[in-house]
């Protein structure tokens, strides 16, 4: 049982920037994959990042490809989502989620374990 929590979030406008962070706690990080998804009102939740528990491999949704990018820290059992570029588009709860698998998954069925959600507003 692993526990996951976000942190970061917050209100940017259109063009800026911000990092979100998922503090990992209860098991062998390493284990595990890792992904970001979102959800915006009214939207189902869908898939933004993931990368695998090397963290040599990772997979994007082709909304943020080129703008986002997905790292994690095994020393720091954290795994951040760099978000650059944003755009109001971008505005949605974003939640990371975790599994003890050497797959990439962009699915949310894919995961076991989710955090709490972190709130990101981008203004336009």
């Known amino acids: 049982q692993i526990r996951l929590v976000e942190s970061g979030g917050g209100l940017v406008q259109a063009g800026g920037s911000l990092r979100l962070s998922c503090a990992v706690s209860?098991?062998?990080?390493?284990?595990?994959?890792a992904g970001w998804f979102r959800k915006a009102p009214g939207k189902e939740r869908e898939f933004v990042a993931a990368?695998?528990?090397?963290?040599?491999?990772?997979d994007y949704s082709e909304s943020v490809k080129g703008r986002f990018i997905i790292s994690r820290d095994m020393a720091k059992n954290t795994v951040y989502l760099q978000m650059n570029s944003l755009k109001p588009d971008d505005t949605a709860v974003y939640y990371c989620?975790?599994?003890?698998?050497?797959?990439?998954?962009?699915?949310?069925?894919?995961?076991?374990?989710w955090g709490q959600g972190t709130q990101v507003t981008v203004s336009s």
């Open positions: 989620a975790a599994v003890k698998s050497p797959l990439l998954s962009d699915q949310e069925s894919g995961y076991r374990y």
């Open positions: 209860g098991d062998f990080f390493s284990a595990y994959g």
């Open positions: 990368i695998s528990f090397s963290g040599r491999n990772t």
